[in-house]
C-alpha cells in the first residue's frame, strides 16, 4: 500500500521546502538507530508558494554506500507545527507503516504560505520489536531542531542523527512552470559533507546552487558510486522515491568513490557513466553530468600543493574528466565541478584551502563549487 503512487496530482506537487532525510550515515552500526522510538524535530522553510503541504517518509538504508532496503518494518506518525499544531495523516490514518523498501506520501497537510514561510515537522518514527531505524542527516541546534528518544519524550535542541521526511512536497499548481524540478544522483560530495548548516553537517554545493530557485530531489548516498548506481536496489530506490514528483533535469555527481584508490580503466568508466545517464533520461530527464573532483593525501593538512600526493585514480580520473569536458551522448551539459575545486596548474590536486580530507570539499569548497552551476543551463 505505502509504496504505492495514489491519486495526488502528480505533476503539480513539487518539492517546496528546505532540508530533508538525506542518507549519509554510511557504517554500520552507526547507519541506523537500536535505541527503540525517535522523535526528530526539523525546521523547514517554505521556497516557494504552495498549497496542500505533503510529507514523503521511506524506509531505506546506507549501507557501505549501497542503497538497501531498511532493515525492518517501521511506524510513522508526524506533526506540522506553525502557529498551531497540524497531525499529519497517510490516508486518513495518523500511521504509516512501511516495510523495508517502502515509501509514502501523506494527505494534504491543511497549510499554504508563501516562499520564506518556516515550520517545524515533528516526525515519530519506531520500529518493530527489536527493531531499528534508518538515520539520516544531523539536526542543527541553532535552529531548535533535535532528536529524541521515545514516542513520548520532549526534543531538545541538539545535533544528532535523525530520521525525518524525506522529501516535503507542495501543490504549486501553474507555478511548475517557472523553474524544473532538478533531480540529483551523487555521492558524499552531493550530499554536502564537509559543509556545514549552523551546528550540524550536509549543507554543501548542490543546496547552494539550486535552492530556492530550482525545486530539488537530492537523492546522492554518501559513498555512492556510479557502479552501485546501476543495481537493483538503486534503481529501485529512485522509482519509490519518484512516484510523486517529477524531474525535468537531472544532474549525475558520481565517480569519486569508484576511482578513490585506483578502481575501474577509462573504457569501464565510461561505460558505466553513460549506462546511469540512460537511467536518468529514461525518466524524461535532460541528464547533466559533474567532473569528479581530485583525492589527494597531504603531508600538511592540504594547505600547499607541494604536500599532497594524488590516489592511485588520478590517471583515470583526468581521462574521464576530459571526456566527460567533451558532452558525450546522452548528456546536455557539463559542470566542472573538477576545474572548480582543482589547482589550474595540477587539476590533481586540490587547491589549497578547499578541503580538510582530500575527499570532500569544505565550506569553501563547496560554495565554490556551487557557483560553476549555470542556472541557465539548467532551464535551457
Same mark, same amino acid.
Given at each position: 500500500?505505502?509504496?504505492r503512487?495514489?491519486?495526488?496530482?502528480?505533476?503539480?506537487?513539487?518539492?517546496?521546502?528546505t532540508?530533508?532525510?538525506?542518507p549519509?550515515r554510511?557504517?554500520?552500526?552507526?547507519n541506523?538507530?537500536?535505541?527503540?522510538?525517535?522523535?526528530?524535530?526539523?525546521r523547514?522553510?517554505?521556497q516557494?508558494g504552495?498549497?496542500g503541504?505533503?510529507l514523503?517518509?521511506?524506509?531505506w538504508?546506507?549501507v557501505?554506500g549501497?542503497d538497501?532496503?531498511?532493515?525492518?518494518?517501521?511506524t510513522?506518525?508526524?506533526?506540522?507545527?506553525?502557529?498551531?499544531?497540524?497531525?499529519?495523516?497517510?490516508s486518513?490514518?495518523?500511521?504509516?507503516?512501511l516495510?523495508? #523498501?517502502?515509501?509514502?506520501?501523506?494527505? $494534504?497537510?491543511?497549510?499554504? %504560505?508563501?516562499? @520564506?514561510?518556516?515550520f517545524? =515537522?515533528?516526525? !515519530?518514527v519506531?520500529?518493530?520489536p527489536?527493531?531499528t531505524v534508518p538515520?539520516?542527516?544531523?539536526?542543527n541546534?541553532d535552529?531548535g531542531?533535535?532528536?529524541?528518544?521515545?514516542?513520548?519524550?520532549v526534543?531538545?535542541p #541538539?545535533t544528532a542523527?535523525?530520521?525525518? $521526511?524525506?522529501?516535503?512536497? %507542495?501543490?504549486i @499548481?501553474?507555478a511548475?512552470? =517557472?523553474?524544473? !524540478?532538478?533531480?540529483v544522483?551523487?555521492?558524499?560530495?552531493?550530499?554536502?559533507?564537509?559543509?556545514?548548516r549552523g551546528?550540524?553537517?550536509h549543507?554543501?554545493?548542490?543546496?547552494?546552487?539550486l535552492?530556492p530557485?530550482?525545486?530539488?530531489?537530492?537523492?546522492?548516498?554518501?559513498?555512492?558510486?556510479a557502479?552501485?548506481a546501476?543495481?537493483?536496489?538503486?534503481?529501485r530506490?529512485?522509482?519509490?522515491?519518484?512516484?510523486?514528483a517529477?524531474?525535468?533535469v537531472?544532474?549525475?555527481?558520481?565517480?569519486t568513490?569508484d576511482?578513490?584508490?585506483g578502481?575501474p580503466?577509462?573504457?569501464?568508466?565510461?561505460?558505466?557513466?553513460?549506462?546511469h545517464?540512460?537511467d536518468?533520461?529514461?525518466?524524461?530527464s535532460?541528464?547533466l553530468?559533474?567532473?569528479?573532483?581530485?583525492?589527494?593525501?597531504?603531508?600538511?593538512?592540504?594547505?600547499?600543493?607541494a604536500?599532497?600526493?594524488?590516489t592511485?585514480?588520478?590517471r583515470?580520473?583526468?581521462q574521464v574528466n576530459d571526456?566527460?569536458r567533451?558532452?558525450p551522448?546522452?548528456?546536455?551539459?557539463?559542470?566542472?565541478v573538477?576545474?572548480?575545486l582543482?589547482?589550474?596548474?595540477?587539476?590533481?590536486?586540490?587547491?589549497?584551502g578547499?578541503?580538510?580530507?582530500?575527499?570532500h570539499p569544505?565550506?569553501?569548497?563547496?560554495?565554490?563549487?556551487a557557483?560553476?552551476?549555470d542556472?541557465a543551463?539548467?532551464?535551457a
Amino acid at each position: 500500500m505505502a509504496s504505492r503512487a495514489e491519486a495526488v496530482g502528480v505533476g503539480r506537487l513539487a518539492p517546496v521546502a528546505t532540508n530533508v532525510h538525506l542518507p549519509v550515515r554510511v557504517s554500520p552500526p552507526d547507519n541506523v538507530s537500536d535505541a527503540g522510538s525517535l522523535i526528530t524535530r526539523m525546521r523547514h522553510v517554505l521556497q516557494r508558494g504552495a498549497s496542500g503541504i505533503r510529507l514523503v517518509y521511506a524506509n531505506w538504508s546506507n549501507v557501505d554506500g549501497r542503497d538497501v532496503p531498511g532493515p525492518d518494518p517501521i511506524t510513522v506518525s508526524a506533526k506540522v507545527v506553525t502557529d498551531a499544531e497540524h497531525d499529519v495523516v497517510f490516508s486518513g490514518s495518523r500511521h504509516l507503516r512501511l516495510e523495508p #523498501g517502502e515509501a509514502g506520501i501523506s494527505d $494534504p497537510v491543511d497549510i499554504s %504560505g508563501r516562499a @520564506g514561510l518556516a515550520f517545524l =515537522t515533528d516526525t !515519530t518514527v519506531e520500529p518493530d520489536p527489536g527493531g531499528t531505524v534508518p538515520l539520516g542527516s544531523q539536526t542543527n541546534a541553532d535552529d531548535g531542531e533535535g532528536v529524541a528518544p521515545g514516542a513520548s519524550a520532549v526534543v531538545r535542541p #541538539g545535533t544528532a542523527h535523525g530520521y525525518g $521526511p524525506w522529501q516535503v512536497l %507542495g501543490d504549486i @499548481g501553474s507555478a511548475a512552470g =517557472t523553474a524544473p !524540478t532538478v533531480l540529483v544522483t551523487g555521492d558524499s560530495n552531493a550530499v554536502g559533507f564537509g559543509d556545514v548548516r549552523g551546528s550540524a553537517y550536509h549543507l554543501g554545493w548542490v543546496q547552494r546552487a539550486l535552492q530556492p530557485e530550482f525545486p530539488t530531489l537530492n537523492l546522492a548516498v554518501s559513498g555512492a558510486t556510479a557502479r552501485g548506481a546501476l543495481s537493483g536496489p538503486s534503481r529501485r530506490r529512485r522509482r519509490v522515491l519518484l512516484q510523486w514528483a517529477r524531474p525535468r533535469v537531472a544532474i549525475a555527481a558520481l565517480g569519486t568513490n569508484d576511482l578513490q584508490q585506483g578502481g575501474p580503466g577509462l573504457v569501464e568508466m565510461q561505460d558505466l557513466l553513460i549506462e546511469h545517464w540512460r537511467d536518468l533520461a529514461a525518466l524524461g530527464s535532460r541528464v547533466l553530468a559533474c567532473t569528479i573532483p581530485p583525492v589527494t593525501t597531504s603531508g600538511d593538512g592540504w594547505r600547499t600543493l607541494a604536500g599532497q600526493t594524488p590516489t592511485a585514480g588520478a590517471r583515470v580520473r583526468a581521462q574521464v574528466n576530459d571526456w566527460l569536458r567533451s558532452v558525450p551522448s546522452p548528456l546536455a551539459g557539463v559542470i566542472d565541478v573538477a576545474a572548480a575545486l582543482g589547482a589550474p596548474a595540477s587539476p590533481s590536486l586540490w587547491r589549497p584551502g578547499f578541503t580538510r580530507d582530500g575527499l570532500h570539499p569544505n565550506q569553501t569548497g563547496h560554495r565554490v563549487a556551487a557557483e560553476r552551476v549555470d542556472p541557465a543551463l539548467l532551464r535551457a
